[in-house]
């Protein structure tokens, strides 16, 4: 059945198509989803989005799914995803505020809040507030709600810094400076999950916390964001001489976003409950150098590549030495990355033409 995005955000319509059709394509028990009510907070941020309007192509093949979304713009909600119908609801307010739903909610996707180094230098109280107040609201939502399972969508930043570990498993923890500038984001990601643990052993919420690395593709904010994948590719698209904020021998490794959408519903549907899971693409790690070399050669561009540092160049950038996810346990559940790296960058970068 063809897929109906007349209504949604059109400049990558055709690729929200071929990536919703290959994530249906993919082993998983998609009809335990069938007739649920599924909340999705921060629904218009890149993953939040392309979860929802996965589950709106799961209705179109009749699935009869209630989904609500969640976020603070009324016309960004109707951008992104039309006009509300009865399998459709908008929730327009702040995660921080006290939720009201008056009725059962089978499944909780909480997305809510920012990330970028762009908030973080701006607006980091607000960063904590999402991750705890935001939290709290949800989970007592869910209480209320009778809620089977609730995802938190949290970071890879919440190991810290980590020394001598080659990889880093769900059960390593490292060291975060309270007083670090950009420890507003790790440190209440690390608060939110041990609200959801609190809550599971008081109030029996089910929940998993998916510690997720380096995603990016179609939808992804490249304006006033700062990480570096949005910063090259918006230089890329926009034809500019790509300028990268140091001497570019630092190493990524970046998962496209279906494949991190497909690791959220297999937690969803398989995960076991009140644990963590890493997800992430580490079969090709890259120099931040080397990446923007590539995305100007996909781009086809001319312009060139310059590095620069300055005492400012790290502001709200996070400087520990990367250490390798451990993907065993998602993998354990049938998942692994299935989208180069090389095809990631092109269709993201068609997806803004």
């Given at each position: 059945?063809?897929f109906?995005t007349?209504?949604?955000?059109?400049?990558?319509?055709p690729?929200?198509?071929?990536?919703l059709?290959?994530?249906y394509?993919?082993?998983?028990?998609?009809?335990?989803?069938?007739?649920?009510?599924?909340?999705v907070t921060g629904?218009?941020?890149?993953l939040?989005?392309y979860?929802?309007?996965?589950?709106?192509?799961?209705?179109e093949?009749?699935f009869?799914?209630?989904?609500?979304?969640?976020?603070?713009?009324?016309n960004?909600?109707?951008q992104?995803?039309g006009?509300?119908?009865?399998?459709?609801?908008?929730?327009?307010?702040?995660?921080?505020?006290?939720?009201?739903i008056?009725?059962?909610i089978?499944?909780?996707?909480?997305?809510?809040g920012?990330?970028?180094?762009?908030?973080?230098?701006?607006?980091?109280?607000?960063?904590?507030?999402?991750?705890?107040?935001?939290?709290?609201?949800v989970?007592?939502?869910?209480?209320?709600?009778?809620?089977q399972?609730?995802?938190?969508?949290?970071?890879?930043?919440?190991?810290?810094?980590?020394n001598?570990?080659?990889?880093?498993?769900?059960?390593?923890?490292?060291?975060?400076?309270?007083?670090?500038?950009?420890?507003?984001?790790?440190?209440?990601?690390?608060?939110?999950?041990?609200?959801f643990?609190?809550?599971?052993?008081?109030?029996?919420?089910?929940f998993?916390t998916?510690?997720?690395?380096?995603t990016?593709?179609?939808?992804m904010?490249?304006?006033?964001?700062g990480?570096?994948?949005?910063?090259?590719?918006?230089?890329?698209?926009?034809?500019?001489d790509?300028?990268?904020k140091?001497d570019?021998?630092a190493?990524?490794?970046f998962c496209?976003?279906?494949?991190a959408?497909?690791?959220?519903f297999?937690?969803?549907?398989h995960?076991?409950?009140?644990?963590?899971y890493?997800?992430a693409?580490?079969?090709?790690?890259?120099?931040?150098?080397?990446?923007?070399?590539l995305?100007?050669?996909i781009?086809?561009?001319?312009q060139?590549?310059?590095?620069?540092?300055?005492?400012?160049?790290?502001?709200?950038?996070?400087n520990?030495?990367?250490?390798?996810l451990?993907?065993s346990?998602?993998e354990?559940?049938?998942?692994?990355?299935?989208?180069?790296?090389?095809?990631?960058?092109?269709n993201?970068?068609?997806s803004?033409?």
């Amino acid at each position: 059945m063809e897929f109906n995005t007349s209504q949604m955000i059109k400049y990558y319509q055709p690729i929200i198509q071929k990536d919703l059709e290959t994530l249906y394509k993919a082993s998983l028990d998609w009809s335990a989803l069938k007739n649920k009510r599924i909340l999705v907070t921060g629904a218009t941020g890149m993953l939040a989005s392309y979860f929802s309007f996965m589950i709106k192509y799961l209705n179109e093949q009749d699935f009869r799914i209630k989904l609500f979304v969640l976020a603070r713009s009324k016309n960004k909600l109707e951008q992104f995803f039309g006009t509300e119908s009865e399998l459709l609801k908008f929730i327009v307010q702040d995660a921080c505020d006290t939720i009201n739903i008056h009725e059962e909610i089978d499944y909780i996707i909480h997305a809510a809040g920012a990330a970028s180094p762009y908030h973080i230098i701006n607006d980091p109280v607000g960063i904590i507030k999402v991750n705890t107040l935001g939290t709290i609201n949800v989970l007592e939502l869910a209480r209320k709600a009778k809620t089977q399972k609730v995802i938190f969508t949290s970071t890879r930043e919440i190991y810290g810094k980590v020394n001598n570990k080659e990889q880093l498993s769900e059960s390593d923890m490292g060291i975060i400076d309270p007083l670090d500038a950009r420890s507003c984001y790790p440190e209440s990601k690390r608060i939110a999950e041990t609200l959801f643990k609190s809550y599971s052993i008081q109030y029996g919420i089910p929940f998993n916390t998916i510690r997720i690395a380096h995603t990016y593709g179609p939808g992804m904010q490249l304006s006033n964001d700062g990480r570096v994948m949005a910063d090259l590719l918006n230089e890329a698209i926009n034809r500019k001489d790509i300028h990268l904020k140091s001497d570019g021998t630092a190493e990524r490794a970046f998962c496209y976003l279906t494949d991190a959408i497909e690791a959220i519903f297999r937690v969803l549907l398989h995960g076991k409950n009140n644990e963590a899971y890493n997800i992430a693409n580490e079969t090709e790690p890259i120099t931040i150098l080397e990446l923007a070399g590539l995305i100007q050669k996909i781009a086809a561009n001319k312009q060139s590549v310059k590095t620069e540092t300055s005492e400012t160049s790290n502001q709200g950038y996070c400087n520990y030495k990367r250490v390798k996810l451990l993907t065993s346990k998602i993998e354990a559940l049938g998942w692994y990355p299935k989208v180069s790296l090389a095809k990631g960058i092109s269709n993201t970068l068609e997806s803004f033409k």
